[in-house]
């Protein structure tokens, strides 16, 4: 049996697929953006599903940027998604524990989590990964935390003029000398 | 040798069914001879159809070259020598080895400078300022040389730029409100046509027009206050002295200066402005030139797109700067065409030659873009004469470079002639669009609506052209397959009733955003003017998504404002795997008839940055909320129309890939069986092409130019097809013969109804006949 993405196919349909150059996943090429059917001829080959491979020794890694407003919600398929990262050829992902809003994607007991986090949405994403073959990354926005510096404005890193200080009008930045860095 | 004097050349040249004449009797009679000797009776092509059936290249150059000097208004080889020079700059320059260099490279008609940006005669005038360096008469010998050599001759003449006036007489200078002389690029000083300047420049025209033997007067910098200023959002108003005393002449109970605070007043002074700056002192210019050369012919530097459209009807031919795009399809020349004249000309600007910017192959693709579009060419010279340069004076590097660009136009222009365009798409170029956004300070907009529309036409092979909007007749509309209306706010209600009579007939309309929401005073309508024809109606214009720059400028537009999916209509299969977006606000419609094509997607929020509402780092993604119907597909009588409630064209000025792919599919699903179609395989937007008939109608001439080089600077890839398919039914094709770059006979296949030539390895640029069974005449 082969199996390419999260769908198994038989030997036979598998062989088949590889001969005629059709799309393994069972899709219509037709009803794609023709970008998606380019990069999709790119893909189609062989991979050991199970043979996880190093963030460091892997030359597919693949990062979902995940900046979250604190008024978006989590209805995301992470199963399919993962297989479609996987399908698409990633051997390492990475995934977010903390993005720029400053909000943590785990339950975390020290960190602010999204408002909005159901569950462990972070150590989820690893789970599936690692079940889909991928090594995981974990990506954490260090001086990007627009959380801490709103609830604690004397956390901000600012100028002469006790301006705080942000990036491209969206981002602020706290000072690792206060007590953001010791986690108090 | 015909005698020709100054006078009866004129004349002869004024006449535009005589654009050439033979140099002499021995060529004449050589020609003729070679050519079966009917070439002077019947269409050119036609008569010199040799023993293959086709007209042959070779007999039709050789009768071009021997023809003689070569009107302005005729020939597609000018050129322009730019010679803006500053007083310190001194004029050794061999002038008769240079201008040999020119009739080398293929040139048939020079530019040559008169009055420059600098402000400086360069002739032995005795009422302007001469170069302080000019030795001898320039001008007047560049003249004589040109004639000699067999090149008729264009006056170039620098009407709003001029330096020297405004230094040595600050009080006749265009100043703002706060009396600050005006200038632009930081280089030219600006003279107010209402000062004493203008009596100089018609004292010029009287000296120049009765001294010299040419052929055209070319104005440059002629209405730099409305065309340069008004257009990029500065104040068109000169606040000198001599202005304010004639206006308040004219209007004495409305003091000048305090009249613009109200819309009205500031129209009145804008009227009166242009009246005086272009209109009547235009009328004043060819009053003087004609009063010594009455036929000598007149342009300027700008287009339909600059000026308006009485300007337009005074001069001889239409000339505009090109309008070049990424994939290299002379967008300009297709916008020219469309005012239906014989006559349209194009630059093509090179570089410095002592620069060696890029090799000669660059402007060779631009000069073709202008050709497969039937423009004529002109090739804008940088600054090629230059005292002391390279030896003689001149760069040899520019000319050889210009030898180049001309290496496929001055072997293959014999065959166009004549040609008229095989007709299937039109876009309708509505002026009365353009102004009103004029009004609202948005002069731009227009052009990217229609820029982006005949470029992503163009992609979809079929023929393109631009109809302007006092071409909107029943006659002319039915001549085409489909009309696009891009963003075209603007429709008068007999031009909406003659759009809606073609497509009950069986056309196929296809229009976008506030498409008649105006009427032709500009009144706003409660809901389109072709409601009915789209199947939709108009609810409202939703903003709130809109970002106006407030974080960058330059993401203004290309910010994402809008999403659409597919509603699963076939029409939409291509988009059917996700959203796509774009800029701008997009129309709430009502659904009447229409079937839904696409619905919008809302995004995520409203971008709120002073709030701290945003996502990620651009635009809000698509959200979980529909917004009704986007794209309407109705059937309409016997005809069809496609409506899109988003700026789609308009966007294009940022190429998203989606609307690339997506415009040329549309119109090969509305319009499955073109007239003719010209595809690249595999496709590529760099490959493009155009059908026009020959003179006689007996053969459909093809060009086809792969642009590709231009794009990459200079390095060429070869595409492997390109597929030629015509309609059957309606051009019975019985043979195709290509006549460049090699001559060969093509074979022709039938498919399904329609006849194809498919050529394997195109050349970078080729001309190919088709020949008709059945002869399309005017």
Same mark, same amino acid.
């Given at each position: 049996?082969?199996?390419?993405?999260?769908?198994?196919?038989?030997?036979?349909?598998?062989l088949?697929?590889?001969?005629t150059g059709?799309?393994?996943?069972?899709?219509d090429?037709?009803?794609?953006?023709?970008?998606?059917?380019?990069?999709?001829?790119q893909?189609?080959?062989?991979?050991?599903a199970?043979?996880?491979?190093a963030p460091?020794?892997?030359?597919?890694?693949?990062?979902w940027?995940?900046?979250?407003?604190?008024?978006?919600?989590?209805?995301?398929?992470?199963?399919?998604a993962?297989?479609?990262?996987?399908d698409s050829?990633?051997?390492?992902?990475?995934?977010y524990?903390q993005d720029?809003w400053?909000y943590a994607?785990?339950?975390s007991?020290?960190?602010v989590?999204?408002?909005?986090?159901?569950?462990?949405?972070?150590?989820?994403?690893v789970?599936?990964?690692r079940?889909?073959?991928m090594?995981?990354?974990c990506?954490?926005?260090?001086?990007?935390?627009n959380?801490?510096?709103?609830?604690?404005?004397?956390?901000?890193w600012?100028?002469?003029?006790g301006?705080?200080?942000?990036?491209?009008?969206?981002?602020y930045l706290?000072?690792?000398d206060?007590?953001?860095?010791?986690?108090? | 040798?015909?005698?020709?004097?100054?006078?009866?050349?004129?004349?002869?040249?004024?006449?535009?069914?005589?654009?050439?004449?033979?140099s002499?009797?021995?060529?004449?009679?050589?020609?003729?001879?070679?050519s079966?000797?009917?070439?002077?009776?019947l269409?050119?092509?036609?008569?010199?159809?040799?023993d293959?059936?086709?007209?042959?290249?070779a007999?039709?150059?050789a /009768?071009?070259?021997?023809?003689?000097?070569?009107?302005?208004?005729?020939?597609?080889r000018?050129m322009?020598?730019e010679?803006?020079t500053?007083?310190?700059?001194?004029?050794?320059?061999?002038?008769e080895?240079?201008?040999?260099?020119?009739?080398?490279?293929?040139?048939?008609?020079?530019?040559?400078?008169s009055?420059?940006h600098w402000?400086?005669?360069?002739?032995?005038?005795?009422?302007?300022?001469?170069?302080p360096h000019l030795?001898?008469?320039?001008f007047?010998?560049?003249?004589s040389?040109?004639?000699?050599?067999?090149?008729?001759?264009?006056c170039?003449?620098?009407?709003?730029?001029?330096?020297?006036?405004?230094?040595s007489?600050p009080?006749?200078?265009?100043?703002n409100?706060?009396?600050?002389?005006q200038?632009?690029?930081?280089?030219?000083?600006?003279?107010?046509?209402?000062?004493?300047?203008?009596?100089?420049?018609?004292?010029?025209?009287?000296?120049i027009?009765?001294?010299?033997?040419v052929?055209e007067?070319?104005?440059?910098?002629?209405g730099?206050?409305?065309?340069?200023?008004?257009t990029s959002?500065?104040s068109?108003?000169?606040?000198?002295?001599?202005?304010?005393?004639?206006?308040?002449k004219?209007?004495?109970?409305?003091?000048?200066?305090?009249?613009?605070?109200?819309?009205?007043?500031?129209?009145?002074?804008?009227?009166?402005?242009?009246?005086?700056?272009?209109t009547d002192?235009?009328n004043?210019?060819?009053?003087?030139?004609?009063?010594?050369?009455?036929?000598?012919?007149i342009?300027l530097?700008?287009g339909?797109?600059?000026f308006p459209d009485?300007?337009?009807?005074?001069?001889?031919?239409?000339?505009?700067?090109?309008?070049?795009t990424?994939?290299?399809i002379?967008?300009?020349?297709?916008?020219?065409?469309?005012?239906?004249?014989?006559d349209?000309q194009?630059?093509?600007?090179?570089?410095q030659?002592?620069?060696?910017l890029?090799?000669g192959?660059?402007?060779?693709?631009?000069a073709?873009?202008?050709?497969v579009?039937?423009?004529?060419?002109?090739i804008?010279?940088?600054?090629p004469?230059?005292?002391d340069?390279?030896?003689?004076?001149?760069?040899?590097? &520019?000319f050889?470079?210009?030898?180049?660009?001309?290496a496929?136009?001055?072997?293959?222009?014999s065959?166009?002639?004549?040609i008229?365009?095989v007709?299937?798409?039109?876009m309708?170029?509505?002026?009365?669009?353009?102004?009103?956004?004029?009004?609202q300070?948005r002069p731009?907009?227009? /052009?990217?609506?229609?820029?982006g529309?005949?470029?992503?036409?163009t992609?979809?092979?079929?023929?393109?052209?631009s109809?302007?909007?006092?071409?909107l007749?029943?006659?002319?509309?039915?001549?085409?397959?489909a009309?696009?209306l891009?963003?075209v706010?603007?429709?008068?209600?007999?031009?909406?009733?003659?759009i809606?009579? &073609?497509?009950k007939?069986?056309?196929?309309?296809v229009?976008?955003?506030k498409?008649?929401?105006l009427d032709?005073?500009?009144?706003?309508?409660?809901?389109?003017?072709?409601?009915d024809?789209?199947?939709?109606?108009y609810?409202?214009?939703?903003?709130?998504?809109v /970002?106006e720059?407030?974080?960058?400028p330059? &993401?203004?537009?290309?910010?994402?404002?809008t999403y659409?999916e597919?509603?699963?209509?076939p029409?939409?299969k291509?988009?059917?795997?996700?959203t796509?977006?774009?800029?701008?606000?997009?129309?709430?419609?009502k659904?009447?008839?229409?079937?839904?094509?696409?619905?919008?997607?809302?995004?995520?929020m409203?971008?709120?940055?002073e709030?701290?509402?945003?996502?990620?780092?651009?635009?809000p993604?698509p959200?979980?909320e529909t917004?009704?119907?986007?794209?309407?597909?109705?059937?309409?009588?016997?005809?069809?129309?496609?409506?899109?409630?988003?700026?789609?064209?308009?966007?294009?000025q940022?190429?998203?890939?989606?609307?690339?792919? &997506?415009?040329p599919?549309?119109m090969?699903?509305?319009?499955?069986?073109?007239i003719?179609e010209?595809?690249?395989?595999p496709f590529?937007?760099?490959l493009?092409?155009?059908?026009?008939?020959d003179?006689?109608g007996?053969?459909?001439?093809?060009?086809f130019?792969?642009a590709?080089?231009?794009?990459m600077?200079?390095?060429?890839?070869?595409?492997?097809?390109?597929?030629i398919?015509?309609?059957g039914?309606r051009?019975?094709?019985?043979?195709?013969?290509?006549?460049?770059?090699?001559?060969e006979?093509?074979?022709?296949?039938s498919?399904?109804?329609?006849?194809?030539?498919?050529?394997?390895?195109?050349?970078?640029y080729?001309?190919?006949f088709?020949k008709?069974?059945?002869p399309?005449?005017?």
């Amino acid at each position: 049996m082969g199996q390419l993405g999260n769908r198994r196919l038989s030997r036979r349909n598998f062989l088949l697929s590889k001969t005629t150059g059709s799309s393994a996943t069972g899709r219509d090429d037709a009803t794609l953006h023709p970008a998606a059917v380019a990069g999709q001829a790119q893909t189609r080959m062989p991979r050991n599903a199970r043979a996880i491979v190093a963030p460091n020794k892997t030359y597919s890694s693949m990062e979902w940027e995940f900046h979250t407003p604190p008024e978006e919600g989590f209805n995301i398929n992470l199963k399919a998604a993962m297989a479609a990262a996987h399908d698409s050829g990633v051997q390492a992902l990475m995934l977010y524990s903390q993005d720029h809003w400053g909000y943590a994607f785990y339950t975390s007991d020290v960190g602010v989590r999204h408002p909005r986090l159901a569950d462990d949405f972070f150590g989820t994403e690893v789970r599936l990964a690692r079940e889909e073959g991928m090594s995981a990354i974990c990506y954490y926005s260090l001086q990007y935390n627009n959380q801490v510096v709103f609830n604690h404005p004397d956390w901000a890193w600012v100028d002469e003029q006790g301006v705080e200080q942000r990036r491209r009008m969206r981002w602020y930045l706290p000072c690792l000398d206060s007590p953001l860095a010791s986690g108090r | 040798m015909l005698k020709i004097t100054s006078r009866g050349l004129s004349k002869i040249m004024s006449h535009e069914k005589i654009s050439i004449f033979m140099s002499d009797r021995r060529t004449f009679l050589k020609v003729a001879g070679s050519s079966a000797g009917a070439a002077v009776l019947l269409p050119r092509t036609a008569a010199l159809a040799s023993d293959t059936g086709y007209p042959n290249l070779a007999q039709l150059r050789a /009768r071009h070259e021997s023809a003689g000097i070569r009107s302005p208004l005729k020939t597609y080889r000018m050129m322009e020598w730019e010679a803006h020079t500053p007083p310190e700059e001194h004029f050794n320059i061999n002038l008769e080895a240079a201008t040999r260099a020119a009739k080398d490279s293929g040139a048939e008609s020079m530019m040559f400078y008169s009055q420059d940006h600098w402000g400086y005669a360069y002739y032995l005038s005795d009422v302007a300022v001469r170069h302080p360096h000019l030795d001898r008469d320039i001008f007047g010998t560049e003249v004589s040389l040109a004639r000699k050599l067999g090149m008729s001759v264009v006056c170039y003449f620098s009407l709003q730029f001029n330096n020297q006036i405004v230094l040595s007489h600050p009080d006749y200078a265009w100043v703002n409100e706060q009396g600050e002389l005006q200038r632009w690029d930081a280089r030219w000083y600006i003279p107010c046509l209402d000062s004493p300047y203008r009596q100089y420049v018609l004292g010029m025209m009287n000296e120049i027009f009765s001294r010299y033997e040419v052929d055209e007067l070319f104005l440059d910098i002629f209405g730099i206050q409305f065309v340069g200023f008004n257009t990029s959002g500065r104040s068109p108003f000169c606040f000198c002295k001599h202005t304010e005393e004639a206006w308040n002449k004219d209007h004495p109970d409305d003091p000048y200066g305090e009249g613009f605070k109200t819309p009205e007043g500031w129209e009145r002074r804008y009227k009166w402005h242009q009246q005086r700056s272009m209109t009547d002192i235009l009328n004043e210019i060819i009053a003087a030139a004609r009063s010594q050369r009455p036929n000598v012919l007149i342009s300027l530097n700008g287009g339909p797109e600059s000026f308006p459209d009485d300007i337009m009807q005074k001069v001889s031919f239409i000339y505009a700067e090109p309008i070049t795009t990424t994939t290299g399809i002379s967008i300009g020349s297709i916008l020219m065409r469309g005012w239906g004249r014989p006559d349209y000309q194009a630059g093509v600007f090179s570089k410095q030659g002592y620069l060696d910017l890029y090799p000669g192959s660059i402007p060779r693709v631009k000069a073709d873009a202008l050709i497969v579009q039937n423009a004529r060419t002109f090739i804008v010279g940088n600054a090629p004469i230059i005292s002391d340069l390279d030896g003689q004076g001149f760069s040899k590097r &520019w000319f050889a470079v210009a030898k180049e660009t001309w290496a496929d136009v001055r072997n293959v222009d014999s065959l166009l002639e004549g040609i008229r365009p095989v007709l299937s798409t039109a876009m309708l170029y509505s002026a009365s669009t353009r102004a009103a956004l004029d009004a609202q300070k948005r002069p731009v907009d227009f /052009r990217h609506s229609t820029v982006g529309a005949l470029e992503t036409l163009t992609y979809a092979g079929r023929p393109v052209e631009s109809l302007a909007e006092f071409r909107l007749t029943p006659e002319e509309l039915g001549r085409f397959e489909a009309l696009v209306l891009p963003e075209v706010e603007v429709l008068s209600d007999a031009q909406a009733e003659v759009i809606r009579t &073609w497509v009950k007939g069986g056309g196929t309309l296809v229009a976008s955003y506030k498409c008649g929401l105006l009427d032709e005073k500009r009144q706003a309508r409660s809901n389109f003017a072709l409601a009915d024809v789209f199947g939709v109606d108009y609810e409202s214009d939703e903003r709130k998504y809109v /970002r106006e720059g407030r974080e960058n400028p330059a &993401w203004a537009g290309a910010y994402t404002s809008t999403y659409l999916e597919s509603a699963g209509s076939p029409l939409a299969k291509m988009l059917a795997v996700s959203t796509v977006g774009l800029a701008g606000s997009f129309l709430r419609l009502k659904r009447t008839t229409g079937e839904e094509v696409m619905r919008y997607r809302l995004p995520f929020m409203v971008e709120d940055m002073e709030h701290n509402h945003w996502f990620n780092w651009g635009s809000p993604p698509p959200g979980t909320e529909t917004g009704g119907t986007a794209v309407a597909y109705n059937r309409f009588g016997k005809g069809q129309s496609l409506y899109l409630g988003v700026p789609i064209f308009w966007a294009m000025q940022w190429r998203p890939f989606w609307i690339r792919a &997506w415009v040329p599919e549309l119109m090969r699903q509305l319009v499955k069986e073109p007239i003719a179609e010209l595809r690249p395989e595999p496709f590529t937007e760099y490959l493009h092409g155009t059908f026009f008939y020959d003179e006689s109608g007996e053969y459909v001439l093809v060009q086809f130019l792969n642009a590709v080089e231009a794009a990459m600077e200079g390095e060429y890839r070869g595409i492997p097809r390109v597929r030629i398919g015509v309609d059957g039914k309606r051009l019975k094709v019985t043979g195709a013969r290509m006549v460049w770059p090699k001559d060969e006979d093509l074979e022709i296949h039938s498919r399904g109804g329609r006849t194809e030539v498919v050529l394997q390895n195109p050349p970078r640029y080729g001309a190919l006949f088709l020949k008709l069974g059945e002869p399309v005449r005017p």
